[in-house]
């Protein structure tokens, strides 16, 4: 089959679905697996089946609006609706659905979350959302709309023609010029310029040369790269080997993480797919060009997300980074010279081959054109993912996109960058999203985690988390990594324990300082970032813990007490009583009100949880000398 | 090693190129077969590429994924990932240490229960989230702890793991 016919083809398949009477694409990416999906896709199956409906029902990926899974878009032109997005679509919905709006005329409004449209860059958009007047998706323009394992969706959305237009139109250094007209800057984190690595790499002489797509997706609260690959991994296949072509390699890698199952399982389906219609392999569109991308499955190291490490993982070695120079572009894999790209920089190459440099580079900012893509989680309403124009203030992605903090808490800090990247206040809130006023808050870009933190989150706990994290995470290799990181999560365990002492802070900064000069990678020259922006931003936090053994979130467990209020404690309910794992709640044999035994507590939390919301008589205190003085008034 | 896992191991080592960069990749399949990496395991390994016992050694202790004991019948997972932390997971954690008697990374004495806390799986959305023989248990508390634990012991008893493997 010619590319022609491959094409027309896929139009054709397309437009099939697009005019179908109906057309139901039910999203099943992880997360929405999570939130049983799979369920729903059953449940949709058989009812059709029996009620004797021949409906096409496409599995789509991951839309980015994570809190309404599982979702379900429902197209019925005769219906006069545009398609139809349904939130949260389980059992009973489904069931609703299907009897109400596919076999009756009732499009059940209100379970909706919205209709779906193309907007620009002919992405699917839901304009009742407010998030979508912000956003503008390049990345995820095919995310959740089409289906993942089916290549002819994205040919037929237009895939494939701008690489066609590469190998037949352009050479290699004409697409690195394009590259660097765009502006474009890698998505990884670092936002090195990538026409930059690409022509260093271009011009060194050794053979073979090799490209990586780093998919080692190891920030914990991120699935950026997730999402993309489970949802459109031919952008990202497209993208690698325009890059190739660019660079001048003939294999490429991707290297992601064993943790994610059905990127796996997706990308293997997408090259088999490409190969079969010869977008992959020997001499592609008839240009002479060959390439092919092998997967490679990490085995679980965060250190391996540096390019480095993750070289000699490839070559089957224990993913330890070296120091540079050399760079990878000069000697990596095996040797040779090597470009490590980001997934979504690698989507972004797609783009910018779709839609010309000049439309990228009016996009975002002067010195970050183009869009970031973000992983919204922790305490904010709507979980997920988005796409916005750099540039755009914080404060628009977390209450805007993400619509705000849950109801009756407070928004305190929101976590960017990664474990490394670092935790910034209210006032930071103001700042445009790109990869220069980040660095001016003390925080990192990182690849596009972030994480809401609200006033029951202690900023203290939250350092010591993170360096943690890191010290578990680190390789080993160098001093300051090995044993810097330990010493700084060591202060910060005696500080959140209680047994923090004054210069414990001025300790804390002067080590941050070391790790700073001293370490090899930039996992250990970023590990101090946790603890240089909750000190920067949250100061009197430490403070409160060293001066006064307090916790003012009440999160420190040997900084805090549970306490039961005479006043509030219902006599008959023994809820706490039975739960509680180590008995140590007693019933004063008069009054049948409740007590805490504080020497027999550990400090679960359980009496609270199971403690009914119309008595909320349990209430955590610190320090936790403050029982006393409770008990005393009683008294 | 049983008869069973030198097979095991033999087939995986059939059908794979001798060349050093797939060493992680053979011990992958070699603990997807069987669950851990047995020590002869590694030798066997050692022998195929012509590297040190030692030299797998390195790589295997290396990557978090590997584990040199067998589970137990249920391994319970809990994700630590930075959602799941600020939601509560330490809490969790504690409470299945505490309800098990085993520390993270241990096993119990009937072979029964392996603890082990993870990155993160992301699925942030259903923080905190615990993983028993790939079952995902979503919004877990100290207090469904038990229920869970309760609800896998029921399951031992019918001899019902339908979920494993």
């Known amino acids: ?635 | 090693m049983s008869k069973e896992e030198v097979e095991a191991v033999e087939e995986v080592l059939e059908s794979c190129p001798r060349e050093r960069r797939h060493l992680i990749r053979i011990l992958q399949a070699i603990q997807e077969k069987l669950g851990y990496l047995p020590e002869d395991a590694l030798r066997e390994v050692a022998l195929f590429f012509g590297i040190s016992p030692a030299e797998v050694y390195g790589v295997a202790t290396f990557y978090n994924q590997f584990r040199f004991v067998p589970l137990g019948k249920f391994h319970i997972v809990v994700c630590m990932g930075t959602a799941c932390h600020s939601m509560g997971g330490a809490l969790v954690l504690d409470a299945f240490q505490r309800e098990l008697g085993i520390k993270v990374g241990e096993v119990t004495p009937d072979r029964k229960y392996s603890l082990e806390r993870v990155g993160c799986i992301g699925c942030c959305t259903q923080a905190p989230v615990v993983v028993v023989n790939g079952r995902i248990f979503p919004k877990m508390t100290p207090y469904k702890v038990e229920e869970v634990l309760a609800k896998l012991k029921a399951e031992d008893e019918l001899g019902g793991d339908k979920e494993q493997g």
């Open chain 1, 1 to 635: 089959m010619n590319w022609e016919e491959i094409k027309s083809r896929a139009e054709a398949k397309w437009s099939a679905l697009e005019e179908a009477p109906l057309h139901i694409r039910i999203g099943t990416p992880t997360c929405g697996r999570a939130a049983g999906a799979l369920e729903t896709l059953r449940i949709f199956r058989e009812r059709l089946q029996r009620e004797g409906l021949d409906v096409p029902l496409t599995e789509v990926g991951c839309m980015g609006l994570c809190f309404a899974e599982p979702l379900v878009i429902i197209s019925k032109p005769e219906s006069g609706f545009p398609p139809i997005c349904y939130k949260n679509v389980r059992f009973d919905e489904a069931q609703k659905l299907i009897n109400d709006f596919i076999l009756g005329d009732d499009p059940c409004l209100e379970i909706a979350l919205g209709t779906v449209e193309l907007g620009q860059d002919d992405a699917p958009v839901i304009p009742e959302l407010e998030r979508f007047e912000i956003e503008r998706r390049l990345v995820l323009k095919n995310c959740g709309w089409i289906d993942p394992e089916d290549i002819d969706h994205y040919i037929a959305r237009g895939g494939y023609s701008a690489l066609r237009d590469v190998l037949l139109g352009k050479d290699p250094e004409q697409v690195i010029a394009e590259i660097g007209q765009a502006g474009l800057r890698g998505r990884g984190g670092a936002g090195f310029l990538t026409s930059r690595k690409w022509a260093s790499c271009r011009r060194q002489k050794s053979e073979p040369k090799y490209l990586i797509c780093n998919a080692d997706e190891g920030d914990p609260g991120a699935f950026m790269d997730r999402v993309v690959l489970e949802s459109d991994p031919h952008s990202v296949i497209e993208g690698m080997i325009i890059a190739g072509y660019a660079i001048g390699a003939a294999k490429g890698f991707i290297y992601t993480r064993m943790e994610y199952p059905l990127v796996i399982e997706r990308l293997q389906k997408a090259l088999e797919q490409a190969r079969a219609y010869g977008l992959l392999g020997e001499d592609i569109f008839g240009s002479g060009f060959s390439f092919d991308i092998e997967v490679i499955r990490g085995a679980g190291a965060f250190i391996c997300g540096e390019s480095t490490a993750m070289t000699y993982s490839i070559e089957g070695k224990r993913g330890m980074p070296r120091v540079r120079p050399p760079r990878s572009v000069e000697r990596g894999l095996w040797g040779q010279p090597t470009v490590v790209n980001n997934v979504k920089t690698l989507a972004l190459v797609t783009r910018i081959m779709e839609m010309g440099p000049d439309e990228f580079r009016e996009i975002g900012t002067r010195s970050s054109p183009g869009t970031a893509v973000f992983a919204l989680a922790g305490k904010v309403k709507q979980i997920g993912l988005c796409e916005v124009p750099m540039g755009t203030t914080l404060r628009q992605v977390i209450f805007e996109v993400g619509g705000g903090v849950p109801e009756g808490k407070e928004f305190k800090a929101v976590q960017i960058g990664g474990p490394a990247g670092g935790c910034v206040g209210e006032e930071a809130l103001d700042l445009p999203v790109d990869f220069d006023s980040f660095r001016a808050a003390g925080a990192i870009m990182g690849s596009g985690g972030m994480i809401v933190l609200d006033n029951s989150n202690c900023m203290v706990e939250t350092a010591r988390f993170f360096l943690d994290f890191l010290s578990r995470e680190d390789c080993g290799k160098c001093s300051f990594g090995r044993l810097g990181i330990k010493q700084l999560l060591m202060i910060l365990e005696d500080i959140t324990a209680g047994r923090g002492k004054e210069g414990d802070i001025e300790l804390l900064e002067g080590l941050c300082e070391d790790l700073l000069q001293g370490c090899l990678c930039n996992l250990g020259r970023t590990a101090p970032n946790p603890v240089l922006t909750t000190l920067r931003y949250f100061r009197s936090e430490y403070e409160a813990h060293i001066r006064e053994r307090r916790c003012p979130a009440l999160v420190c467990r040997d900084l805090i007490a549970y306490f039961i209020l005479p006043e509030k404690c219902e006599k008959g309910c023994d809820h706490c009583v039975l739960t509680c794992p180590t008995e140590a709640i007693v019933t004063d044999e008069r009054t049948r009100k409740k007590r805490i035994l504080q020497d027999k507590c550990v400090k679960c939390g359980t009496c609270l949880e199971v403690c009914p919301p119309e008595y909320s008589a349990v209430i955590k205190v610190s320090p936790p000398e403050k029982v006393k003085e409770l008990e005393s008034r009683e008294a």
